[in-house]
């Protein structure tokens, strides 16, 4: 299967700081790229999503990046919150989306 | 809320029994995946069924199985289960088997 690894597996930050988490994969044709966040006892959540057609997709405070030749994309929060603390995965799907493999997860801590 | 619903939200049992885990995909969403996520560990990608038939199989072990109904819900049956089998056990839908995945509370299951 898709061998998803993601770095860090813990993060700890000052409030108002940024925070990146960064993912590679290994399917090259993989296309579609989502991080999920998992607050603690809950269900994971989509956060932001992008397709391997564009780069970079934004909202809010919250950023992914991706490069395609170097198979890796990455999380950015910007002025973290105390709110932003949760575990981060990453995700590359196959192209068909039958094989949905998540990164083993950043455990994100935002220090008030 | 998700649209996705687990049964039960707890199960206690002990070693060497059989669970069944239900799930009830979001309306009118054709995918259903699986996933484990024991303590402090990132998920497991299980199994994923579309429509009733199965697409890819992940991590599974051969004591676990699954399967997809007309209606779309989906049953995770469990057997011969093990202390090491004691997670929390989420199922997640999408309508096309691409693009987000809403999951639902999931299920804990405690092997003792």
């Known amino acids: 299967g898709e061998n998803v690894e993601q770095h860090p597996s813990t993060l700890s930050v000052q409030e108002g700081d940024s925070a990146v988490i960064k993912c590679t994969y290994s399917d090259s044709a993989s296309n579609y790229f989502p991080w999920y966040k998992q607050e603690l006892g809950k269900r994971p959540q989509l956060i932001i999503d992008i397709r391997s057609n564009v780069g970079e997709k934004k909202d809010q405070r919250i950023a992914v990046t991706l490069n395609k030749t170097a198979k890796h994309f990455s999380l950015h929060i910007t002025e973290t919150q105390p709110e932003d603390s949760a575990v981060y995965f990453c995700?590359?799907?196959?192209?068909?989306?039958?094989?949905?493999?998540f990164g083993t997860g950043t455990s994100l801590t935002v220090i008030p | 809320d998700s649209g996705v619903t687990q049964t039960p939200k707890h199960l206690i049992t002990a070693t060497g029994q059989r669970v069944t885990l239900r799930c009830s995909p979001r309306?009118?969403?054709?995918?259903v995946y699986w996933y484990q996520q024991s303590l402090d560990q990132g998920l497991q990608f299980l199994i994923h069924y579309y429509n009733g038939e199965e697409r890819a199989k992940g991590n599974i072990l051969e004591r676990f199985s699954a399967q997809q109904f007309p209606d779309l819900h989906s049953e995770l049956n469990l057997s011969s289960l093990e202390l090491g089998d004691s997670a929390l056990y989420f199922c997640?839908?999408?309508?096309f088997g691409y693009g987000e995945l809403f999951f639902g509370e999931g299920s804990r299951l405690t092997v003792l």
């Open positions: 995700a590359a799907p196959s192209n068909t989306g039958n094989q949905f493999y």
């Open positions: 997640a839908s999408s309508p």
């Open positions: 309306s009118g969403d054709l995918s």
